[in-house]
T-cell receptor, first 115, second 118 residues
């Protein structure tokens, strides 16, 4: 069975500093990986995805993620954090042959950017 | 980008009543929509996959008679919480994928519906 792990419940970072939100996955075959962001009482917003090709994926709002097959990781990064980046971040996986294309979500990581 | 509209955003109801939540894809067609439930400070739990013109596929442990899903058109899916009880209070989120996209296409999410059952 496929799974996604976000090892940190919360990440705190000072404004202007680089941020990393970690994600590891487990799946048979090649994964499709996603990052979503959720603001309080809102739905999820798409940030970026990895399907194939370049391991460094650039997404919305200056975020990027690096796919590392050997470490089965897909960490989300941003060079300089903003207070407005404070939100809940979800890593998600769509495995090969998923049928109806369901996503498996990690438990989420709350990012707090401190002014 | 594409928009998924979810209504109502907030609903408060008495125990024993039924509540309907609508999920609409506004500028694209979706043969498949997904319904999730999110508990406070927790991840999204997939409840069911809604298929246009056919029965929904429910995840293990989700009561199909409790959570009725109808996907009558390519732009509308509804979730009805029947005989709601306080333990059904939660944040319900729908998502949809454009018909034209294959696997790994972007999922568009609704803004969510906060249900509180008194």
């Amino acid at each position: 069975a496929q799974s996604v792990a976000q090892p940190e419940d919360q990440v705190n970072v000072a404004e202007g500093n680089p941020l990393t939100v970690k994600c590891t996955y487990s799946v048979s075959g090649n994964p499709y990986l996603f990052w979503y962001v959720q603001y309080p009482n809102r739905g999820l917003q798409f940030l970026l995805k990895y399907i194939t090709g370049d391991n460094l994926v650039k997404g919305s709002y200056g975020f990027e993620a690096e796919f590392n097959k050997s470490q089965t990781s897909f960490h989300l990064k941003k060079p300089s954090a903003l207070v407005s980046d404070s939100a809940l971040y979800f890593c998600a996986l769509e495995g090969p042959g998923a049928g109806s294309y369901q996503l498996t979500f990690g438990k989420g990581t709350k990012l707090s950017v401190i002014p | 980008g594409a928009v998924v509209s979810q209504h109502p955003s907030w609903v408060i109801c008495k125990s024993g009543t039924s509540v309907k939540i609508e999920c609409r894809s506004l500028d694209f067609q979706a043969t498949t929509m997904f319904w999730y439930r999110q508990f406070p400070k927790q991840s999204l739990m997939l409840m069911a996959t809604s298929n246009e013109g056919s029965k929904a596929t429910y995840e293990q442990g989700v009561e199909k008679d409790k959570f009725l899903i109808n996907h009558a058109s390519l732009t509308l899916s509804t979730l009805t919480v029947t005989s709601a009880h306080p333990e059904d209070s939660s944040f319900y989120i729908c998502s949809a994928r454009d018909v034209g996209q294959g696997a790994a296409g972007e999922l568009f999410f609704g803004e969510g519906s906060r249900l509180t059952v008194l």
